[in-house]
């Protein structure tokens, strides 16, 4: 099965800087890249998500890239504010099949003024 | 539209006592799904239901069973609660199987004493 891995554990930015967390996945097959973000006490939410057949997807201050050939995928926020912090997830799957989403084990993102 | 809801959203059982968990979401999604959410373990799948009539184990099956109601209803059962058992649990639908958006519930806080 596929298996996603995910770093760093934990980031902390400063107001205005850029924040990236990264993930690799095993299964070369996937090909849907989904990233979930999730406030305190709060349920995921998708904030953006990434087909295989595109390299990059920009909406406002988050944009993902993605290289298949090393089966990586990138999440950038550019601009950091206070309501960026949160814990995202990164996750992986075959779409069109009975399969299931795999989700990265989270960054916390920490946003300080 | 409620979306997804859960309940109960809090709950502390005894070991060796069972619950159950209730699903329930209004966007005709087909597929339904059971995840726990740990410290550092990220979102992990128990069950899922990839549509009305299947229920399939996920990576973390053991200690709990399902039950796909009807399209729009899916139970977690824990027959006997063990400690190992206090978490997160959220339930989410997706449109289809692997595909798109998944939308979640607010989430079940279970303690196992």
């Known amino acids: 099965g596929e298996n996603v891995e995910q770093h760093p554990s934990t980031l902390s930015v400063q107001e205005g800087d850029s924040a990236v967390i990264k993930c690799t996945y095993s299964?070369?097959?996937?090909?849907?890249f989904p990233w979930y973000k999730q406030e305190l006490g709060k349920r995921p939410q998708l904030i953006i998500d990434?087909?295989?057949?595109?390299g990059e997807k920009k909406d406002q201050r988050i944009a993902v890239t993605l290289n298949k050939t090393a089966k990586h995928f990138s999440l950038h926020i550019t601009e950091t504010q206070p309501e960026d912090s949160a814990v995202y997830f990164c996750?992986?799957?075959?779409?069109?099949?009975?399969?299931?989403?795999?989700f990265g084990t989270g960054t916390r993102l920490q946003v300080t003024l | 539209n409620a979306g997804v809801t859960q309940t109960p959203k809090f709950q502390v059982l005894k070991t060796g006592q069972s619950m159950t968990l209730q699903c329930a979401q209004d966007m005709n999604h087909n597929s339904m799904y059971w995840y726990r959410q740990d410290p550092g373990m990220g979102l992990r799948l128990i069950y899922y239901s990839a549509s009305e009539g299947t229920t399939d184990k996920g990576e973390v099956p053991n200690g709990y069973n399902v039950s796909r109601l009807n399209k729009r209803e899916f139970s977690l059962r824990l027959e006997s609660a063990a400690p190992s058992q206090t978490s997160v649990y959220f339930c989410?639908?997706?449109?289809?199987?692997?595909?798109?958006?998944?939308?979640f519930g607010e989430g079940s806080r279970l303690t196992v004493l």
């Open positions: 989410a639908s997706s449109a289809g199987a692997g595909v798109g958006e998944l939308f």
């Open positions: 990434i087909r295989s057949n595109v």
């Open positions: 299964d070369s097959a996937s090909n849907y």
């Open positions: 996750a992986a799957i075959l779409t069109g099949t009975a399969s299931k989403l795999t």
